[in-house]
């Protein structure tokens, strides 16, 4: 969303030296390529004569890609893209909004700049003692978990099931997102017990989001989410890494469940991914297709004359080593090797150009970029086991094993008592520098701790597993949404695999985030 007349800088040392040497506050625009709110701002409020000129004058105007940055949208995402973030010159979180229009903007930024000018001195104090109530209110308010049991997936499974919408399917009140892992939560407890209310919750809600308007019925793929209950209303962003995890659910839920018409619509979301997303020669997976209400709201005939919304053409590692997970779950179910294929020689090309001194990039754009998240050895670790399973090829499961034990040593912190989304050792400024533990990321290591001691028998394996399991605290009566991919994590150890006696029709039996061998 290219805008020459705002003098944008990107998060860096050369835009926090000029905020402190000329004392101006920051001004944020955390957007996103897809969204549609993104560029309808860009236009109208930043391409506002006036609005540029007190930019350039009285600020530092950052602009952010949430998908390229996600530690930077994860602290500083106030609800929604885009965000407007008012930073002081080193960092730290002063307010903001999401989409402002030009109006209210002209208005806030006269407001700004008078109450920076007048508070500077009290500012460091207020966010001093911000920062104080947020470390308490972060202190763990519960004893650790004593140890791993079904407990865990059986208390989460009581959280998940008691919001479902029986109405209408999702979990919860508009707006609704695909909750894929909650999903999965269901689709284990079926396989399981077979119990009626499962089936009822996943038949309920799978057929909500294939049959109206979270999928896009004429080109294929999954939109982001709904705005309204009844799962009528989307926003039209399509996202890789969505309809990576929803492709492998309705496959899974195609097997478990007998439903031939989820394996039809996953093939029709993987038709639409090869055709929009993939990267042919390379194998790998594009990154989003943009939202675009006039092309998305217009009848079927009108819409072929238009043309598709751009695909951000950025390789970003966790979505394409994702889709390469679906594509192997795919091709087995579905006994199409070429899709296998084709997630293979994308897998190794991201090794090849994406792995750099035992580092992992989170994005490729020409050149692979910023090696400092936890997110992307750990989602492409995952990949590696699955492509381990899919193949037996030793060079599989010795990167994943090097890249998942990598993960402990560059990310762990015994302050946060688990692994942290950023590097320990990446030093940055303002809030960027306080360290931030996400659930999903921890849980996903620890699956594949498991996963690798199930294969080598290693029993360090299995303890790495359970030192980030246990390092949670025990949620009591918090289980549920949250802690889906936790509980995932745990059942898979306590449990432990199926049995790997194939079925006749040579597929093994159903177990969460596993790729099934012919």
């Not at 294929?341 to 020409?366: F, K, M, N, S």
């Not at 303002?430 to 620890?446: F, T």
Request: charged fraction near 30%; hydrophobic fraction near 40%.
């Amino acid at each position: 969303m290219p805008n020459d007349s705002v003098r944008w800088f990107d998060w860096s040392e050369e835009a926090f030296r000029k905020a402190q040497v000329e004392d101006k506050p920051v001004v944020m625009d955390l957007c996103a390529p897809w969204s549609h709110g993104c560029r309808v701002m860009n236009e109208q409020t930043y391409g506002d004569p006036e609005i540029i000129e007190t930019l350039n004058r009285d600020y530092i105007p950052m602009r952010v890609d949430c998908d390229r940055r996600p530690d930077i949208n994860d602290r500083f995402n106030l609800g929604g893209w885009p965000t407007t973030a008012f930073l002081t010159p080193n960092g730290e979180l002063l307010g903001g909004a999401t989409y402002v229009p030009r109006d209210q903007m002209k208005q806030l930024l006269v407001q700004l700049k008078v109450g920076y000018a007048a508070n500077r001195h009290r500012i460091a104090e207020e966010i001093a003692r911000r920062d104080q109530k947020i470390k308490e209110a972060l202190e763990p308010q519960f004893s650790g978990v004593a140890q791993l049991s079904m407990e865990i997936f059986r208390k989460t499974v009581r959280g998940i099931v008691a919001t479902h919408d029986p109405m209408y399917g999702g979990f919860g009140k508009a707006p609704k997102f695909p909750l894929v892992p909650s999903l999965r939560v269901a689709l284990q407890a079926l396989h399981e017990t077979q119990g009626p209310d499962f089936k009822l919750i996943l038949s309920k809600t799978l057929d909500a989001m294939a049959d109206r308007g979270l999928y896009d019925q004429e080109a294929g793929g999954f939109f982001h989410y709904v705005t309204n209950d009844t799962w009528t209303m989307a926003r039209f962003e399509k996202l890789a890494e969505d309809n990576a995890a929803l492709i492998r659910l309705y496959v899974d839920a195609a097997i478990v469940m007998g439903q031939d018409k989820y394996q039809a619509k996953a093939m029709h979301a993987v038709d639409w991914a090869k055709s929009t997303l993939l990267d042919p020669e390379r194998g790998v997976f594009f990154g989003s297709q943009a939202a675009d209400d006039d092309y998305y709201g217009s009848a079927p005939a009108e819409r072929a004359k238009r043309k598709a919304p751009p695909v951000d053409r950025t390789v970003f590692v966790p979505a394409s080593a994702a889709m390469a997970t679906a594509f192997l779950r795919a091709s087995q179910v579905a006994g199409a090797p070429a899709l296998a294929e084709t997630a293979l020689r994308g897998l190794d090309w991201i090794l090849r150009e994406c792995v750099r001194d035992g580092a992992v990039a989170h994005y490729h754009d020409g050149q692979a970029r910023l090696f400092v998240l936890a997110r992307d050895p750990i989602t492409l670790g995952s990949a590696l086991l699955d492509a381990y399973d899919h193949t037996g090829a030793k060079k599989y499961l010795e990167a994943a094993e090097t890249m998942t034990e990598d993960v402990l040593r560059r990310f762990w912190s015994d302050g946060e008592r688990g692994i942290v989304d950023r590097a320990v050792d990446a030093v940055d400024r303002g809030d960027l520098s306080r360290q931030k533990k996400n659930m999903p990321e921890n849980a996903i290591a620890a699956e594949s701790f498991a996963r690798l001691w199930r294969i080598t028998g290693e029993e360090r394996h299995k303890r790495c597993a359970e030192k980030i399991l246990l390092s949670y605290p025990d949620f009591e009566d918090s289980y549920g949404h949250p802690t889906a991919e936790y509980a995932l994590a745990a059942d898979w150890l306590v449990r432990g695999p199926e049995p790997v006696e194939a079925t006749p029709e040579g597929l093994r039996a159903f177990a969460p985030r596993r790729i099934i061998k012919r």
